[in-house]
């Protein structure tokens, strides 16, 4: 275990919440999860530091880790590196929310061939919420091929986590860029801007003022981590509070460098008062995806 774990569930007490809701933790099948752990001990180079991993258990006992902490509800981030990968993948993470009731339905998809087909079989069968890597999968999001793909999720108004930001390292098709062409097309999209855009926050800030549908996942941002290399601008606290209703928290668990309850922390020392971190830590959450505080 790390360091302070066991304050994690005093600090959702404190706040009167019934636990937490995690919108970014990654469970895959063994194999893939092996190698992206394998990647980041050799500090790959869309890693670019050593980067430990804090909770690198077996997937029965990281979920039992999970739960101890309070969280209610979670993802099952998955994401493909080439085609032909995402389908498969889609099949595991249907398997696995279907043994796993408090994990969110998640899917995922690539720029290719049928990714529209199978991407509306998700939807239909279910999927609560969508990954995408633009980063890893080193594609452009505006794709043509993507385009029917983010007609459908508009439409169905099912969210998206999306690896747009150029954080940690930034990527041909990172940015705040290729995204915005994106929701000039859909502006109706549910996009969740992974880890705050780090280190373009500014931008994506502005992009969540633009479009009502784009939210703020909190994940890694403003840790001791993160802040060293990509600190957040005091100047845009401000809009942060303003755009309180759309920032989710989100943890990476468990692929982080540190404990789970820093993640809390960090948030809890901005200043930004109780009801934002409620908001944060479970509201906002619970609303967009339809999470019963029972």
Not at 223 to 245: M, S, W
Request: aromatic share 12%; glycine share 10%.
């Amino acid at each position: 275990m790390a360091e302070g774990d066991a304050q994690v569930e005093a600090f959702w007490r404190e706040l009167g919440l019934p636990g937490l809701i995690d919108v970014h933790t990654h469970f895959m099948p063994e194999r893939v999860m092996a190698k992206v752990w394998a990647y980041f001990d050799a500090a790959g180079p869309l890693v670019g530091r050593v980067w430990p991993i804090a909770y690198r258990f077996e997937e029965d006992e990281r979920l039992a880790v999970l739960r101890g902490f309070g969280v209610r509800a979670f993802t099952s981030m998955i994401y493909p590196h080439k085609p032909g990968m995402a389908q498969w993948l889609n099949g595991w993470a249907a398997d696995f929310a279907a043994r796993t009731p408090d994990c969110l339905r998640t899917a995922t998809f690539y720029p290719e061939d049928g990714a529209a087909a199978y991407v509306r079989d998700e939807l239909a069968g279910g999927a609560r919420v969508f990954k995408a890597h633009m980063q890893v999968g080193a594609y452009d999001p505006a794709d043509v091929l993507l385009e029917p793909v983010w007609g459908a999720l508009a439409e169905a108004g099912v969210p998206v986590v999306a690896h747009c930001g150029s954080g940690p390292v930034p990527g041909k098709h990172t940015g705040p860029e290729p995204i915005a062409r994106v929701l000039a097309r859909h502006p109706r999209l549910r996009l969740i801007v992974a880890h705050m855009g780090t280190p373009e926050y500014a931008d994506f800030l502005d992009l969540a003022q633009r479009y009502p549908g784009v939210h703020l996942d909190t994940t890694m941002a403003f840790t001791d981590f993160v802040e060293r290399a990509a600190p957040f601008p005091r100047a845009e606290r401000g809009r942060l509070a303003d755009l309180g209703d759309r920032v989710l928290f989100g943890s990476d668990f468990p692929n982080i460098p540190y404990g789970y309850a820093h993640a809390l922390e960090v948030l809890a020392g901005l200043g930004m008062g109780e009801e934002w971190l409620r908001g944060v830590c479970y509201g906002n959450a619970a609303r967009l995806f339809g999470v019963s505080s029972g």
